[in-house]
């Protein structure tokens, strides 16, 4: 019986890849929230006037939802 075919029942939740993006999540956020001041963004043609942290935020999910699409379809092959 090779190592691969045991199962001990439980998983270890604590990688070091989920500890390293948990972290990063935690950064990012943290770094999303002090950042409160208006700016002006060109969104293609118009110019948006927003607080930056919204804009942040925006950046943060656009970038969550790729990455997990981009996750679930490799895990699908």
Known sequence: MSP???SSGSTNAFTPARIAVTVLAILT???IC??????????IIPKVTMPLWAALLG???AGGL????????RANR
């Open 4 to 6: 691969k075919d045991v």
């Open 66 to 73: 790729c990455g997990a699409y981009l996750f679930r379809r």
């Open 59 to 61: 950046v943060f999910v």
């Open 34 to 43: 002090v950042n409160t001041q208006d700016v002006t963004i060109r969104v």
């Open 29 to 31: 956020i943290v770094f």
